[in-house]
């Protein structure tokens, strides 16, 4: 499978190249606010002449408030951050291309997070690994072909610059004969009808957190600081957001809620956050922390972001109708917990691939972490609004947005509480402070799906061909790291982001690099990840770049790992990992770890052709400070175009 796959995208490729030597790319930059595409090839395109897609991303500078707050500088995507949120919408089986140029100050890459590039890598977009970082006003074209179908997200790789503008989602509309798993939660012909219809052109919504420091400022900060920034100014749905100050009674009451040890009743300033003053020994005393960073609250009164469904009948004939919602994370920082009022969703689809409900419930919240994508459906039931809620999960941060959807013509009620929006009147499932407030609720974790439509587990439970087993530490206050040596804290030097030679043009002479793991192409690995010491530690969204794998088992260990690989483990803890159909996803997130009880998580997958990719922590702060490693299947590598070559010689 994955060879025909290569074919063809490199059928694509060659497609596309010729085209652009006879001089036919006619996508033009957009004046303003849109993107702007051209398209060629056949209609339906399969893989024998495929759409060419053909986009333009001019990357700039501006001025400019999210949440209504103090004016910063921001990046933009044609003219907006982020693009405005706004998708770029392919069908599954096209070719796209993309241009991206660089008409900022700083140098970038754009990585297609989630995109496997199987026989593309070149288009990963990684700096040191797939190129060299693209410098202001230079650009570099991307090419793919869309093997996959669902959501995914275009965003910056060097340094923490994605969350400041340079980052949007893309979607890939599944082929029509895809088999959907809809029926696993309706019979209903209408119901199954109009699911399939949105999901083909759903509307997407992007998370993120949002402050007035740009991520390098913030790096630099939190030298000073001795302390990560732990405080956001507010989260993001669609661009839109909205400084909320809740009372401090009420923050208070949601700090001791909270599991996370790092914030309390007792030391919690007016925007959420911890005084890190009293609640972290390691930030000098003469430090001065700005009031408007970490302690005062000025909320501000922007609009909610409005879903509206279609809602034609009045139900009485017993036909059902449903809502779709396709949701990245796009943060840096938080994972959240997300509910809809009043409406229990199944979640069917993650990371791009088709999936199922853990049991037959639908969820009353669920859980999304950095870089994740989940699909989400919901049965409509009363016309009327109600209230979306996001709120941080167990972070050192009490923090919240809202949205709402709406169906019918019923005119909402709003209530509005000290410090947050007018919110229609519905019944929450969650609070502000990300805590559950329905009774008996389903809340469903990132780990916990089912694969629909994966491929078989390789060698299931059997050894696999290479195991690899990853220690994820931490070593004061501001550094992370990883090994899988057991070297306490090996740190991905970021001085390789601007290497003479990329890793995939160069592969034989990375194998032996620092933060480098290799295997033969092809060969079934293991990637086991052990999070433990003597300091707690968050969960971590590990991110994959290359192929996705399959999430074996998590969980909380006794003692050490004391397995001499999984094969081990599933002998000595028969039922513990799920062979049949675990979720198929390319972001884990780690178990929280305590002094006494480490966390284990543990993903499988028949490694591709022979390429570089990139293994890295997806919190902002934990990549920059080296929680990053370089995974190498080493064998014969194919073709990689012309194009690419000289722009890794520098030569174009
Ligand atoms: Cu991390």
Redesign the pocket.
């Known amino acids: 499978m994955t060879k025909d796959i290569s074919r063809a995208t490199a059928l694509g490729v060659a497609l596309l190249m010729n085209q652009a030597a006879a001089g036919i790319v006619d996508g033009l930059l957009g004046g303003g606010s849109s993107i702007s595409e051209g398209s060629e090839g056949s209609e339906g395109g399969d893989s024998i002449s495929p759409n060419v897609r053909k986009f333009q991303l001019n990357v700039t500078e501006i001025q400019t408030s999210l949440d209504g707050g103090d004016v910063r500088s921001m990046f933009a995507l044609n003219g907006r951050p982020f693009n405005g949120a706004d998708a770029i919408v392919i069908d599954e089986g096209d070719v796209v291309e993309i241009e991206y140029i660089n008409s900022a100050s700083t140098n970038s890459t754009m990585h297609a997070h989630g995109i496997t590039q199987q026989g593309s890598m070149y288009s990963d977009g990684v700096p040191g690994v797939s190129q060299h970082p693209i410098q202001p006003g230079q650009n570099f074209t991307y090419t793919w072909q869309a093997n996959e179908y669902g959501l995914y997200w275009l965003h910056d790789h060097v340094r923490e610059e994605y969350q400041d503008g340079k980052a949007m989602p893309l979607y890939i509309r599944p082929k029509e004969d895809r088999q959907t798993p809809f029926h696993s939660f309706t019979n209903d012909s209408n119901a199954l009808q109009s699911l399939t219809k949105q999901d083909r052109d759903p509307q997407i919504i992007t998370l993120a957190d949002y402050t007035t420091l740009n991520g390098t400022a913030q790096k630099t900060m939190s030298e000073e600081w001795h302390s990560e920034l732990l405080c956001y100014d507010s989260i993001l749905i669609n661009n839109h957001g909205r400084k909320n100050c809740p009372s401090m009674d009420k923050l208070k009451s949601y700090a001791d809620a909270n599991s996370n040890a790092l914030i309390a009743a007792d030391f919690i300033t007016a925007k959420g956050c911890p005084d890190i003053k009293q609640s972290t020994p390691a930030v000098p005393e003469n430090v001065t922390l700005d009031a408007d960073i970490w302690y005062d609250c000025t909320e501000t009164n922007t609009t909610l972001p409005r879903f509206e469904f279609e809602w034609t009948s009045d139900g009485s004939d017993g036909s059902e109708q449903w809502g779709v919602l396709q949701m990245v994370s796009a943060a840096s920082h938080w994972s959240y917990i997300v509910s809809i009022d009043e409406h229990p969703v199944y979640i069917y689809a993650q990371d791009g691939h088709y999936h199922t409900m853990p049991t037959s419930a639908p969820a009353d919240a669920f859980e999304m972490v950095i870089g994740e994508r989940l699909a989400v459906a919901f049965k409509l039931h009363t016309p009327g609004e109600y209230a979306v809620r996001v709120a941080v999960l167990n972070a050192p941060q009490i923090l919240a947005a809202h949205a709402t959807i709406k169906y019918g013509d019923a005119e909402t009620v709003f209530v509005k509480e000290e410090g947050l929006p007018p919110l229609p009147a519905s019944i929450p499932s969650i609070n502000y402070g990300g805590g559950v407030v329905k009774e008996n609720a389903t809340v469903v974790e990132s780990t916990q799906l089912l694969a629909y439509d994966a491929p078989a587990v390789p060698k299931p439970h059997q050894k696999a061909d290479h195991t690899l087993i990853f220690t ?1 530490q931490y070593d004061g206050t501001l550094y ?1 790291g990883m090994s899988d040596n057991g070297a306490y804290v090996e740190q991905y030097d970021m001085a390789k982001q601007n290497a003479e030679t990329p890793a995939l043009f160069d592969m034989q002479g990375y194998l032996d690099a620092s933060s480098t793991a290799h295997y033969p192409a092809h060969s079934v690995v293991d990637v086991v990840f052990i999070t433990n010491g003597t300091t707690p ?6 991110h994959f770049h290359g192929l996705h794998r399959h999430l074996l088992a998590t969980g909380t260990l006794t003692g050490d790992w004391n397995y001499t690989d999984v094969a081990d483990f599933d002998a000595k803890h028969p039922d513990t990992i799920n062979w049949i159909n675990p979720a198929y996803i390319d972001t884990f997130n ?1 178990p929280t770890s305590m002094p006494d009880a480490p966390s284990y998580l543990i993903t499988r997958f028949q490694a591709g052709d022979a390429e570089p990719t990139l293994l890295h ?3 902002g702060s ?2 920059a400070q080296g ?1 990053e490693y370089l995974l190498i299947a080493q064998g014969e590598q194919p073709d990689i175009p012309t194009y690419y070559h000289k722009k890794a010689a520098g030569e174009l």
């Open positions: 994820l992370w530690q968050p969960p971590h969204p590990m780690t922590c997806h919190i934990h990549k929680m």
